[in-house]
């Protein structure tokens, strides 16, 4: 049984492998994109950080809100 090459098929073939090269130059590129396992980490400890030192400075203003409102009229 003997395999003929005819321009069609290497058409195709070449096709398929030109569509074969693109997908991997974008999987590549996505990889490269990536963010890793410690980089998520990091920022969410920062996310964390940030969070807490805003939920400070709101207990804060809720403290001086309150005692502003139960100082008497005078």
Do not use: C, G, H, W
Not at 25 to 38: G, P, W, Y
Request: glycine letters at 0%; hydrophobic letters at 45%.
């Amino acid at each position: 049984m003997a395999f003929t090459l005819t321009e069609t098929k290497y058409n195709n073939i070449l096709a398929r492998i030109t569509a074969l090269e693109n997908t991997l130059n974008d999987t590549i590129v996505a990889l490269s994109r990536l963010a890793t396992v410690n980089q998520v980490q990091e920022l969410l400890v920062i996310s964390q950080a940030n969070v807490e030192a805003l939920s400070r400075k709101v207990e804060a203003l809720e403290e001086r809100v309150t005692a502003i409102e139960e100082e008497p009229i005078t």
